[in-house]
Structures are given as C-alpha cells and as structure tokens.
C-alpha cells in the first residue's frame, strides 16, 4: 500500500518536473531585445550643465489618431497641433529629467554627412537610424543634438466585436502608444552617445483619453532617453 502511495507520488512529481522543462528550454532560447544603444565610451561619465538642441522636423511625426489630437491637445490640424505642444511639452520634462541647463529647438540639415545605418535588436528584428559620419560637428553650438527621426503615435481603438464599449478585441482596454527612433549626437566629440528606439503606452484608457494620457507617454519616452546615459538625473515626478 505505502509502496504503491510512494510509486504514484514519485510519478506525478516526475511529469510535474518534465512539464517545465521546455518552458524554461524556451525561456532560455529567447534572445533579449534591445533597442537603445549607448556608447560604452559615456559609462561612468557624469555631464553636467550641458545644452542641447532638438531637431524634430513635423515630416518626421506620424499620427494615426488625429481626432484625439484635435480633442485632447486643442482645434487645427493635428500634425501642427501635436507638433506645437510638444516643443511646448518635451523640453520642460526633459530639463527636469536630465542634467542639461539649457534645451532648444533647431534644424540640422540631413545632406551628405548622415549615413544610414541598420543595427540588429534581436535575432530576427533590425531598425535602421541615420547617424553622421563619426567626426561630424554642426555649426549649432549645442554640446548635444537630439535628433528626432520619426515619432509614431497610434491608439488600438474600440470596435464592435469588443465585449465591452472601449474594449478592443483581445478584451483589453485601449492605451495611447508612442514609438520614437532617436539619436542624440556629442556634437564636441563629434560622436554618437546613444542611438535606437523608444516606445511607451499609457494606462488603459477606459472611456475618453485626456491631456494626462499624452503627457504619461511623453514622460516614459523621456525616461528611456536619458536612463544609464551621463544626462540622467534622478528625479521625483
């Protein structure tokens, strides 16, 4: 009797224990994604006081949700409107954010000192940013240029096969989302500190989107801009 109990416990906590064992073959086999590159040669650095200049041309802005733009942000059209409150916007976080004195607006020309390149942020993903040729400096005096290269912005919307009024298919509530490719330039040195893709989404949007929902976003995608980097500054929202 006593025999048989053990034999079928020892059975169960062998199927148990083989049960797990291609979940963490599987959990081992995945190769991380990464997809923010910072130049080892900033580690352990600390750059305080620095300027910067943002070069963020409304060509390079991609909304799908323009209604919420016009409904949240203000009347026009939603390019301009967006764009418009984001210089307003992104700035004043970033300052409080970052150890940067002074952070303005400007145009950089993409002409012949710009290459494109392809980097790799898993096996099977790859995005591709320009970046100057290594040496290049800008005539705009800034110790770092941030280079906006494209800024999507879309919201998984309601329909009518959702459970619920607000509730996508999967059953999860919608959420704002913001995918940002950047590059931020040491235009001193003439080199690249960091470089890649930045994405963010806000809470779960329940029935309307407001002001708090575009401002979050902006916020988490400034965080991931600055973090390991030697502009970071540790800071309470």
């Known amino acids: 009797m006593h025999n048989a109990h053990y034999l079928r416990k020892g059975l169960l906590m062998k199927i ?8 963490v073959v599987f959990l081992g086999g995945c190769a991380p994604t990464k997809t923010i590159f910072i130049n080892p040669q900033y580690e352990n650095q600390a750059i305080q006081d620095a300027s910067m200049g943002i070069d ?3 060509n390079k802005l991609f909304i799908e949700n323009t209604d919420d733009v016009v409904d949240d942000l203000g009347g026009g059209v939603a390019d301009s409107v967006y764009h418009g409150w984001f210089e307003s916007f992104f700035p004043a976080v970033l300052k409080k954010k970052s150890s940067l004195s002074t952070i303005s607006f400007c145009q950089i020309p993409y002409d012949n000192k710009f290459e494109q390149t392809t980097f790799a942020m898993n096996e099977k993903e790859s995005f591709t940013v320009q970046i100057p040729k290594p040496g290049t400096r800008f005539q705009d005096t800034s110790r770092f240029l ?3 290269e494209g800024l999507k912005i879309y919201r998984v919307g309601p329909t009518s096969s959702a459970p619920m009024p607000g509730v996508t298919p999967s059953g999860t509530w919608p959420k704002l989302t913001n995918e940002l490719k950047f590059l931020i330039w040491d235009n001193e040195y003439g080199r690249a500190l960091s470089y890649g893709k930045a994405a963010s989404e806000s809470d779960c949007v329940f029935f309307t989107m407001t002001k708090r929902n575009w401002e979050d976003v902006v916020r988490k995608i400034i965080s991931q801009l600055v973090s390991n980097t030697p502009l970071f500054k540790k800071v309470l929202d």
Do not use: K, R
Not at 16 to 23: D, G, R, Y
């Open 146 to 148: 941030l280079f906006i």
């Open 16 to 23: 148990i224990s083989l049960a797990f064992v291609p979940l």
């Open 56 to 58: 963020f041309p409304v």
